[in-house]
């Protein structure tokens, strides 16, 4: 292998200055930000958790409803999103690559588009309900579909399923077809190679999809406020609420905080299981 | 289904019955009979695209015939899936498991039966022992050299005491030192163990070494099936007498009886009229300069030729000859004397015993 | 038993594949409708609704906006990132990939905070004007770390034979980069400009807070949205989704021929 030469730290330069520049520096002044005070619409230098009590004390309820709402989302895409992926790999064939390359494309797209044909596709007198009760499925137009949680999820699902599928589908590359022949040869019905001898292997690219798809809904705001309807309140809405009109950046640097550890404390868990659950036994 | 013989250890193990694939275009496996007997350690050997890998596949369960039966143990296992025959195999590339140790291995085939824990860790260690692995248990896969990782892969088959061990090319990855120390080792565990191996190759230097019978294969046919000495003395067709060792052929005619080389030898041998091919091994023939030089007594078929050049290979010389019509002979001598005397081009003559030779019909 | 077990796979993948086209269909169907409602089904096919929105200055001036910071964001991360992969080349495993991990952490943080936090640093330290500069450079932040992945993971599989026999020959580095290397990895590199293109072009949440006044196309949309719906609002995401998937493919289809 290579030195580090002045060379290439040169080459690093550019990359590390927008790296240090515009998102360390803003990572950190938003820290500290998060313990400052606003009185009298002015931002006053502190050194207090107030915003952070506020955040539990006040939005703890739609925080946990966030959480809730991310971790199922999550927990849908990923299983889907494996799926799928076993599917490209595994049955697929030579069309593997291509349904992935489909469903990669679609990552892609615009994500406000996608919000506002959710809304349209799931309304009452939207594409999926005429669509049913054409089919005879139904008599009354489902109303739930739209302006709910339910339609977050959908949406939501639908928005991260392209980006879900492209760790767990390279990590599933990763698996060798031999070892799940010799499985199946020592005993092991399908299942049980699944469970034993793919699982395992591919468990931190389920935990990446895991992640990435967790971490994006439980900060999402156009989602819930174009589709979440008057129940669906989710922590995203609040934070941006702090930047629009209200005008504490405090209090939404704290919420932001919060809601990364709250994230990253689940992760961990949620990491530390399925690696417990698909290791190598005895 | 047939009832099981249970007072009698059938001896014939396995038998195949009019056993067939076809794909949508090809016939991988004609209709092939062929039984295997407990014990055995058989080599089903060919070039690639003969048929071989899928007659063992089938035989393991991975893949399903098109036709015919499969017999192991008197029961028929045609449909049966492979976690459930009694059959087992080291694959091509091993097949380990990568996040698991060499130990969890070897231990997985017992650990999907549920054998208690003590009972696993006896028979892994044995296992271990067996294949001579002894301190390597929690090594993890991706340290083991290519030798170290085939014998987990044997461990971890042989530690289910399988009716039939199944082995695919198994030597082909290894190098040339490593593979006849291998060769060693598999003869070792077969007599130690006491199984039954089929194993399949293409290198015919490794089925001679290791198997107590050949079963040849071409072309999606079994051309023939003997022990290795038969096979190597009396090959049934050009294509064996090519495959197996190395072959001197010559065409030529028999009319009434006699065959008529090279415009050249006349050899008295029954049979019907038409084009032979006459086949002699080269370290069955003799060669002497035209001049000055004879063949030894009772080397009555003779030819003409030159020298070509020749190889000295430590314990033998290789010459090759090139008859008159162009046609390139190779003989192996052990006298290294008449080196001195032969130089490239010069004039030569060839010859070997009457009961050295092969006379296959032509088309054969 | 096995082909029926089959055809519910293929079920199922056709079920996804069709659930993540289907709103991209209908989005297509909507904008060539000749109809004023969004209604099924279409009443006509027609490009009315294009021609139209090309008369709204403010829809111009929201699509001119949307060029130059997508081209200008997709050229810089680019070369900033491509020089980071450089110079992460052929380095001791253990120190390249901690350097890739920290530079791809801005990928992990949702884009609305990203957004605000910028928001705060521009107005609130910095003090800088919001305008198309900070969209810019806010842009970099996570479009960079895709362009550095792209082309280190084409780096990863790059032959250094041909960069060595160039330095014997009596090449500098910096001329046997841009003879050997460079035309070598040149599909990677423009696929990567496109993706970032792509990745600018459709950001929303990150653009809202750092323009200031003025609009790209994603933010011109939400103003639709909040105003009231025309079906013109379906060229403006169809332009959208058409100028991102097209960067995006051909990005795609280059990056794999290349290799």
Redesign the interface.
Known sequence: MMPFTRLRALMLAPSSAIFAVLFMMPLGYFFVLSFWRVRAYRLRPDATITQYLAVFRDYSKPMVFTFILAFTIAVVTTLVAFGYSYFCRFKAGRHGTLFVFVAVLTLFGGYLAKIYMWKIILGSSGILNTALIWLGIIDKPITVFLFSPIAVLITLVHYTLPLAILPIYGALRGVEDTPLQAARDLGAHPTRVLFDIVMPQIRLGMISSFSMTFIFCAGDYVTPLLLGGPHTSMIGIFIQSQFGLRVNAPLGAAMSFSVIALCLMLIAVVGLAVIRIFRARP | MLKRADTVVLQQLVKLEGLTKSYAKAVAVHPLDLSIQRGEFLAILGPSGCGKTTLLKMISGFVHPTGGAIWINGQDVTTVSPERRSTNMVFQGYGLFPHMSVAQNIAYGLHIRKTPRAEIEQRVREAMDLVQLGEFADRSVGQLSGGQAQRVALARALILRPEVLLLDEPLAALDLKLRKAMQEELRRIHLATGGTFVFVTHDQEEAMALATRICVMDHGRVVQDDVPEEIYAHPKSRFVSTFIGDANLMEGQRKRNIICLENELEIPHKGPDGNVVCMIRPERMEIAPLDGGKLPSGVTAQLTARLDHSVFLGSYVKYVVRLNDGRRLRIDSRDLSIRQVLTDGAQVRIGWRLEDQIVLADGS | MRAWR?GL??S??SL??A??????V??MV?AFNRGEL?S?PMTGFSFRWFADVFTRPEFVAAFENSLIVSTTVGMTAT???T??A???A???VS?SAG?MT??T??L??????LG??????YT??LGLRLGLSTVI??H??FT?PFV?LIVSSRMAAFDFAVVDSARDLGAS?LRTFFTITLPIIASSILGAALIAM??SM????VTF?TIGGGNTL?TY??GM?RRGVDPS?NVV??L??LF??S???IG?RITRYGK
């Open positions: 089959n796979w293929w199922f993948a996804v594949v659930f993540m086209l289907s709103p991209i209908i989005l909507f969004l099924f070369v900033v990132g020089m980071a450089m110079g992460l052929r380095l001791r120190i350097i920290a530079l952490v801005p992990m943080v949702p884009p609305l905070m605000v936090m910028l928001l705060s640093y609130q330290w450079i806010s970099l932040v960079q550095i580095s792509a990745m459709d950001d929303f949440l807070f994603p949309m939400w949205l609002i995401a169809v959208l989704m991102s998937i960067a995006s493919l795609f």
